[in-house]
């Protein structure tokens, strides 16, 4: 049974850091592509970052390049989302989801993944 359980959500005052982590497991993983969403009070969720876990490739939301950093630990089955210099803007629920190999060339949409996580509270405080 696949399973992602993300932690590491918490307040934080605007500027401050927060890292969150995905742990995945169930099956392998090193040809899917991993992404963080967000879905904040009354919006829809919103795509933040990617990445290609077989080639460590990433993508990122245009609002969020240069604060957020996706990576991967193979050995550990764990996505990361290092994120920095955080903005009141960033409080949300912030999702970890798992896709398989599909010809997207970057995986944007909520659509293209098979397996999402329970989520964690990520608050930014003014």
């Known amino acids: 049974q696949v399973q992602l359980v993300e932690s590491g959500g918490g307040l934080v005052q605007a500027g401050g850091s927060l890292k969150l982590s995905c742990a995945a497991s169930?099956?392998?993983?090193?040809?899917?592509?991993m992404g963080w969403f967000r879905q904040a009070p009354g919006k829809e969720r919103e795509f933040v970052a990617t990445?290609?876990?077989?080639?460590?490739?990433?993508y990122y939301q245009d609002s969020v390049k240069g604060r957020f950093t996706i990576s991967g630990d193979n050995a550990k089955n764990t996505v990361y989302l290092q994120m920095n210099s955080l903005k009141p803007e960033d409080t949300a629920v912030y999702y970890c989801a798992a896709g398989a190999p599909k010809t997207t060339p970057w995986f944007t949409s909520a659509s293209d993944y098979d397996y999402w996580g329970q989520g964690t509270q990520v608050t930014v405080s003014s």
């Open positions: 990445i290609k876990w077989n080639f460590g490739s990433t």
């Open positions: 169930g099956r392998t993983f090193r040809s899917y592509v």
